[in-house]
């Protein structure tokens, strides 16, 4: 079993990690030909310069990343409804969730199963 880290999230402020302990959460993934398993949904925050880099979104329940997919593809067939996207597009779920520990510096971790 490999690990693979990602370094940046948002939804765990440096003030709400206790020190030289990890925390579990939960990021919705995406596979790509080019990088394999890859975090799909990134938010900027509101304080964040212009070129600031997006960072990968942590939700602290599994239940919570999967409502975040719901609402993914909702938008997707409400697009479909209006005529903005094709219906095989509307109806594919790419997305999945992954497990992942949150180390004290904001680095992500998840154990890649082999893919």
Do not use: H, W
């Amino acid at each position: 079993m490999s690990v693979r880290e990602f370094p940046l999230v948002i939804g765990l402020e440096p003030g709400q990690v206790i020190l030289g302990m990890n925390n579990r959460g939960y990021c919705i993934y995406i596979n790509t030909l080019s990088q394999g398993a890859v975090p799909s949904v990134k938010e900027s925050s509101p304080n964040d310069t212009a070129n600031a880099p997006e960072r990968i979104c942590v939700f602290s329940t599994e239940r919570e990343a999967q409502l975040e997919i719901v609402d993914l593809m909702m938008t997707r067939l409400q697009e479909f409804i209006d005529g903005e996207r094709e219906f095989d597009d509307a109806v594919t779920l790419e997305e999945y969730v992954v497990d992942v520990e949150v180390y004290p510096d904001g680095v992500i971790v998840d154990a890649d199963g082999g893919n």
